[in-house]
Every structure is written in C-alpha cells, then in structure tokens.
C-alpha cells in the first residue's frame, strides 16, 4: 500500500497547530483553582473513586490510628494474594494464567475437573474465521502490533452471528473467543509485518495446539522450530498471571467500563481498551525500560561500577541522556510507593532465566538499577510518595530474553490483560445501568458573536 502525500496541505496544518497553541492552552493553576484531580488522582497518587468492583484491589496504603501510611504494595484478585496465587501453581508444576482466566473471569478457583474442562473451551475456540489470516491480516499488514491487533477485533465483528447482543451469555462466549484467539491475531500480525514490511525471506503461519497453554503456544507459534524450554514457557506464564488484571482503575480497564457503559458491542469495547494500553505511558511503557537499557549498556562501560552507573541515571534523569524525557522508566507506579509486588514475583524468576540464558551481567546490571534508580530519583526530585521498580522494570528484558521481538511486547501484555477487561465488561454490564459521565468545568469565557465579514 502506497503512502500518500500529504506535502500540499503541510503550511496549513502548521497555521492550525498556531491557533491550537493560541487559544486551546488552559493555564495550570486553574486546575488548582478550581479543586480538579488531574488524571482523576490527588498528588499521593490516589485515584477518585469512580466505581465498586469484586475483580482486583490494589494495595499500597494501611490505615494507622485515622492515616494512610504507605505499605508495600498488594495486589489480590478475586480477594486471593496473586504471591500466593503464583505460589500454588509453581509449587505444583502448572501452567496458571487459564486457571487465573477462570478465576477472575468466574469469581472461584477452579476444581480440577473445572479447569480441564476450562482448557477444552478455550482449545475449542483457539482459531479463526476461514480465510481471516490472508484476507485481514496478510492483505494489510500494519508497522504497529497494537493497531493490527485493534483492527482485527473490529473486523470478527462481522465474523459474529450475535455481534450487538449484550446479555451476559453472548458476552462471556465474545470474551472466551477473544481471550483464545488473542494470541493468534497477535503473532500472525507479527508474522505479516516480518515478511512483508521488514523484507524478511521466511513466512510461516503455526497452528496453535489445543493441548498446550497459552504461553506454550506463543512461543511455539512465534517460533520457525515450534521449540522452547519448560523454564521459557513457565515464566512468559507467569508474565501473563502477573498482567491479567490490576484493578479497574488502570486506564485500558477504565476504557473497557466506560466503553461498555454505554451498551456497545463487546469488539468495540475492547478496541478501545486496546488503544489505550498502546500508549507508552501505560502498556508501551516496557519498550521504554527496554530500549533505556540498550542505551545504558552502549554508555556505561563498567556495569558493576555503582558511581559510574548512579552517575549516567542522573544524565538520564537531568534530560541529558537516552530520549531526554527525565524519566527513569520503570521506576514509580501511579498507585504503588514502597513496592509493586509483581515486580517482586517476576524478580524472583528473571534470575534463573538469566543463568539459562547466560545473561546474569544483565540481570546484574538490572538489579543494580532497581536498588539506585529511587535514591536518584529521590535527590533530585521533590517525591510525593515513594518510587520502586514497577513490573514494567523486567518484563522488556524478559521478553528480550526469550527473544520476542519489541514489535509483539505490548501484544504480550495485551493477550494478558484481555482477562481483566473481559471481567470488567462483564462486571459492567452485570452491576450498573448507567453511562459513565464524569463531569468536565468550562473555563472559558462567554463571548459575543461575530459575523463572518467583521472577524479579522
């Protein structure tokens, strides 16, 4: 597909950016003026409560004698510790993200017998209309995953018998199929974008195999020889158990509600969601990690050197390194302070995968980051509430690990969270009967009319 060009109209649109930044600038103080939670959270990073739910709970504060004091972070879904979640299923030998699936999407822990019969469900619809891969996917492949994978919710839309049907049965089968299918559109998009955007010689389309889990099949898909070790597949596992869900407050969980909040379909719904988890400041944030770890490497000569490194992150942080942003990627989370306690679980793998991988100067290297990061952070900054590594810190350099290209981390991350808005749409559709509307203020003053041949 050729691009087209937009060269002509480029003075115009460069008049129009003028007059965006002339008259569309509200002044930060009106904010405080007028008492508004920018990004419905106060400085301490706590969020306006919007809504109730049973899904997940987020904690970082404990209440002590009348006052929150900042505890390291929890995170429970369906009331079950996700430590001890990840606990019972690694201690067992088990895959765990299909029982988390039934978990959050169900509200009870499988039986045995439950969670087979689960896996055989999900197994069933681990495919995709005849002919979707070639007439959507191949015929227009896209330069992002995200965007790929978006179009393609919105077109099984037409693939679907019931698409508009928003009682709770047609909605949990349009999620079961999402949750299955997820993987799929994922991988295959990269695969298209591999061959005919990158040039790349090989194209190849692997089936998914029913009897194996979701991240088995991501990585035997993904891969030319269907190969992996049990370690690879345990912990890209774990990566997913760890991104199902976190609360309904994130910004693609809230996307997910407010969508469904107005009755639309389940695959616009999720579209949305999945636009929002795009964005480098919530599901694109591990690229960042990534990428600022590729620049550290290529900066900082000794790894092991603590001055030299402190010294590069004050660069970083200073804007005078990596994308001059002065942000430290991967450090502080929007609610957690002391601790992200997925970041804590992933830690305690990364390790072991760094050894089989024979990258334990990197996992290093990371640690080191991890321990110095807050303390720099914390000298130059006026800090509300505490920073730490969030989960983003070592999901890119897992990923990186287990060699997924960059283009499919923010896909990963996706295929796991559809759980979580799966649940919340649902939780939704189940619990309330209006639109979500939060109210904005108009700061603008009220002017009188002019007629077209009076304005300058």
Partial sequence: MGERDYSAITPQIENYTKLCYEDCIIEPSMYIEHNVFRGLRDLNGKGVLTGLTEISEVKSKNLVDGQEVP?????YYRGYDVKKLVKGFVSENR????EITYLLLFGKLPSKNALEEFKEVL??????PDSFVRDIIMKAPSTDMMNSLARSVLTMYSYDNNPDDTSIPNVLRQCLQLIATFPLLSVYSYQAYNYYICGNNSFFIHEPDPALSTAENILQMLRLDRKYTE???????????????HGGGNNSTFSTRVISSSGTDTYSAIAGALG????PKHGGANIKVYNMFNDIKEHVRDWNDRDEVEAYLAKILHKEAFDHSGLIYGMGHAVYSVSDPRAEIFKSFVESLSREKGLTDEYQLYALVEELGPKVIAKERKIY??????????????????????????????????????????????NSSKIIRPAYKSVQAHRDYVDLNNRS
């Fill in 71 to 75: 505890c390291p972070g929890e995170l």
């Fill in 95 to 98: 895959y765990g993200f299909e």
């Fill in 123 to 128: 197994a069933s619809y681990r495919s995709l």
């Fill in 231 to 245: 370690l690879e597949a345990k912990i890209l596992d774990i990566a997913l158990v760890l991104h199902a869900e």
């Fill in 276 to 279: 929002s988890l795009k964005g």
């Fill in 385 to 430: 509430k505490g920073v730490s590594a969030n989960v983003d810190f070592y999901s890119g350099f897992v990923y990186g690990m287990l060699g997924l290209p960059t283009e499919l981390f923010t896909p990963v991350f996706a295929i796991a969270r559809i759980t979580g808005w799966s649940a919340h749409r649902i939780e939704e559709l189940m």
